[in-house]
C-alpha cells in the first residue's frame, strides 16, 4: 500500500464532499474535483491521507499530484499568486490597458486594430508603466491569463529569433519550491 500525507497548514480548512476537495483560508477558497477509482483520500485531523492499494505507476503517481494540488490549493488561499509581465517593443510603443475582462493590446507592431486577451475569472490585472501584474489566489487561473497575454502578442509573420516584440513573463511570486 502506497500513502502519501499531506500537512495542513494552520489557517486553513480542507473538506471533501464526495471527489470535491474544497481549501479555505483567510483569502479564500477553492475547489477541485480529485477522483480516481484505485485512489482514496481521507480528510483526517491536521492532515490528508491518500492512499492506494495499487502497484501502478500511473496510479502511484496520482498520489504525488493530488498532494501538490493541495499544496498549492493551500499556498493561494493564505498568501495568493503573483505573476509579472513585462511589455517588450522595438519601434511602436505597445500601449497595454485593461477593459472589463480584456486586456487591450494597441498599436502592436503598428497595427490599427487592437489585440485582446481574456483575463480569467478570478484573476486582478494591473497596468504599470510597462509592466503587467496579475494576482489571485488561483495559480492555474493565473497561468490561464498570463498564456492569453501571450499569445494575444504572438507574431507570426517574422521571424521569432529576430522579433522579440510582446508580453512575456518575467517573474512568478510565492511559486512553489521558491
Known sequence: MHEVIFHIPEGVTVTKEGDLMTVKGSKGSLS????????????EEGAVKISTESTRRRVYALLGTYNAHLHVMA???TE????HMKVVYNHFPIQVKVAGDRVEIANFLGEKQARYA????????????DELI???I???KIGNTAANV????????????????????????NEQGE
Open 134 to 136: 496579475l494576482n489571485g
Open 80 to 83: 495568493g499568486y503573483e505573476y
Open 138 to 140: 488561483d495559480r492555474e
Open 118 to 129: 481574456k483575463i480569467v475569472e478570478g484573476v486582478k490585472v494591473k497596468v504599470q508603466g
Open 32 to 43: 477541485r474535483i480529485m477522483h480516481h477509482p484505485a485512489v482514496e483520500i481521507v480528510v
Open 150 to 173: 501571450e499569445q494575444a502578442c504572438k507574431v507570426r509573420t517574422r521571424d521569432p529569433g529576430v522579433c522579440r516584440v510582446g508580453i512575456y513573463i518575467t517573474r512568478r511570486d
Open 75 to 77: 499556498k493561494g488561499v
